[in-house]
């Protein structure tokens, strides 16, 4: 067993039942470090998707388990739409440029989440059949 998964489970995180809060205060935490040193080191990425390529780098390692934060991620999700309020009235605020190029934006919003969309449809696929492959 390495040190990293010997520390993980020292610091609890083979605890299924980590309660909701403190699995969003470490989902945060590890994205403001992410931030952080992406900010630091001038990387070309920005933290938040350094933060889940790293995350997911652990969770397919198994250094973090995935019930360990499973209950917190389910959480954010189910709140997501809390989080494009203040998009939402940024928009209000900006009415002259959506009547200008509001039909470009709307192209790009559309071929954005049809492309998002997809991605995800034939990831989840793969996910999907490589699992069953690994089963059976």
């Known amino acids: 067993m390495n040190s990293l998964h010997v520390r993980m489970r020292w610091l609890g995180w083979r605890r299924p039942r980590v309660a909701r809060w403190a699995q969003v205060a470490l989902i945060v935490l590890f994205w403001f470090a992410c931030d952080l040193t992406s900010r630091r080191l001038?990387?070309?990425l920005p933290g938040s998707v350094l933060a889940m390529a790293l995350l997911l780098v652990l969770l397919l390692a198994g250094a973090v388990p995935a019930a360990s934060?499973?209950?917190?991620?389910?959480?954010?999700?189910?709140?997501?739409?809390?989080?494009?309020?203040?998009?939402?009235?940024?928009?209000?605020?900006?009415?002259?440029?959506?009547?200008?190029?509001?039909?470009?934006?709307?192209?790009?919003?559309?071929v954005g989440t049809v492309l998002v969309m997809g991605t995800t449809a034939l990831l989840v696929d793969l996910v999907f059949r490589w699992r069953q492959r690994r089963a059976g």
Do not use: N
């Open 42 to 44: 001038h990387l070309p």
């Open 69 to 110: 934060l499973r209950r917190g991620a389910d959480w954010l999700l189910a709140e997501m739409l809390l989080f494009f309020i203040p998009a939402v009235m940024a928009v209000w605020q900006h009415l002259p440029l959506l009547r200008a190029e509001g039909v470009r934006i709307l192209a790009v919003i559309l």
